[in-house]
């Protein structure tokens, strides 16, 4: 907790400040943020970086809108999650169990943990392939795998338990926070401008992807017509193909906006802080500056990157698969197999094929043999199929690295790339563990802070540790079931506060009244339709070893949202009669 002192003194200066106008109070704003920075720190991962590279292979720079559409969404919610929160100033995980429902507080909780530790893994992997291949190439080496995961895991250790040392420990934390924060915008700002003089981006097209295009969740790009035409008979396969990778690639990119996580961390944050009603306005400018503004910047020009050197090319990836080397390979083998599958006349042999190449002892004559007729059958497609798969495959975050060399050099490339991957992968690992250790110390009912957060921290560190070893093998078993969980309980959050709002009982006078709270029920109404709409199309079709897992999930939600929803007018209505019978008394 920040000092009692000083703490008052900033309430006062809020409160009077609070009558001015909003420009007299941005700088005062400014010098206070902090919780909005974490947001930014934890959403600016390894998932941001992916979703916006894979949106600018594919759809060019048509969805620049998107990402900047979904954090407006989103910060919405963590606005109102800020209000209610400051309002009680209580923390939410209570409030929803005495309010609302105690299934949604424990699905909000156990499904926090579940993500802080599987999506920890891919981002030791990422910081480790970054030092490994663009920064220190001297540990590209079975021994780096295990050293720079340790040192990782002690950074980022270090940091989080800076925070339970008190008011300077949570500034010193908030400042390194910043500090990644910016240098992640900054790298990927500069790779940009780099291409932008040396390169000569398109910038009337980039600003015309910045106006929304629905009808690019049905149907492919226009800049990849002409080559889907090229392919004759299979026109109409490669459209509904692109068009199925085009929402994968949406849903993706507009998941990782605002994550299950994050729900969790604002409340908890902003009350290790000391903050309170006279918080409310600084919360929704904080989350302005330190979340919105580095994400739209940083996610933008990746996009811009990725569209300018990968859209609509091909040439890349098929110097891939001459060398066997690079992740675009497996990704343009796949489409080339479902190509294959779909003509009848060739799908049985290309079947059996594939059949002895996965039974066969690997390095055996047997594998050799049926993998070099496998590659025959690929190559056998006219050259236009192979380009459109080549044109979709997805490629490594390394590739974008290499792909500035012929502008900045080599070694300012892989450095400046480098630097702004890892910063994105520690910033996020930090911002886990610290979420952990706040949803560990709810589970057992104690303060968060001291003992019970820091073994809480350690638990998705410790784990993450061998991300670069298993990631690549787990990455279905844990990925799948854990983006199921996180995206069916999405909505329940937002419901959750969304009900919090609402309920005359919790906020009491605080609650909002008359025009703004049609507005602020406009706003989270909307922000909640579009993220349930886009969690359940994002996990519908989920499924692993058999198990519809997005179907299941679907379920939850449904049942979840019913038992919410219910219990949170029954609740309400017993407030109401409880506070009409006190009345007459």
Known sequence: MENNDSLKQEIAELEALNQKPFPQRLRYYASKSGPGWLQGAITLGGGSLAGSLYLGVVMGYN??????????????????ISYVTLSIGKKPFGAIKHHISPALAWGWLIATILANIVWCLP??????????????????????????PVILFIIGTAVVWSYNSGSKGIKLFELTLKILVGIVVLSFFGVVAVMSVKGGLEWGKIFRGLIPDLSLLFSPAPSLSGAIEASGDYS???????????????????ATAVGINMTFLLPYSMLKKGWGKAHRGLAIFDLSLGLIIPFVIATACVVIASASQFHGKSEDVFKAVESGKGKSVGSYNKYLDARIAADPSANTEFDKLQSIANKA????????????????????????DRKLAAMIAERGNLRLADTLAPLTGQTIAQTVFGIGVLGMALSTIIMLMLINGFAVCEMFGVAPEGKMHRVGSLIPGVIGIFGPVIWAGAAAALATPTSVLGGAMLPIAYVSFFLMMNSRSMLGDAMPTGARRIKWNILMGFATSIATFASIWGIWNKSFNGIPMGKIGVGILVVLLFVGISGFLSKERKAKADAQLIAKN
């Open 63 to 80: 969805m620049m809108w998107l990402q900047p559409f979904a954090m407006i969404l989103g910060v919405i919610m963590l606005s109102a």
């Open 123 to 148: 981002q030791f992997a990422l910081g480790t392939a970054a030092i490994q291949k663009n920064l220190i190439p001297a540990l590209d080496t079975d021994a780096g795998k295990i050293i720079i």
């Open 236 to 254: 109409e396969y490669w459209s509904k193909t692109i068009a199925e990778v085009q929402r994968g690639k949406i849903i993706t990119a507009f």
């Open 361 to 384: 002892t690997k390095g055996s004559e047997a594998e050799k043999t049926a993998e070099t007729q496998i590659a025959a059958f690929r190559s056998s497609l006219p050259l236009s």
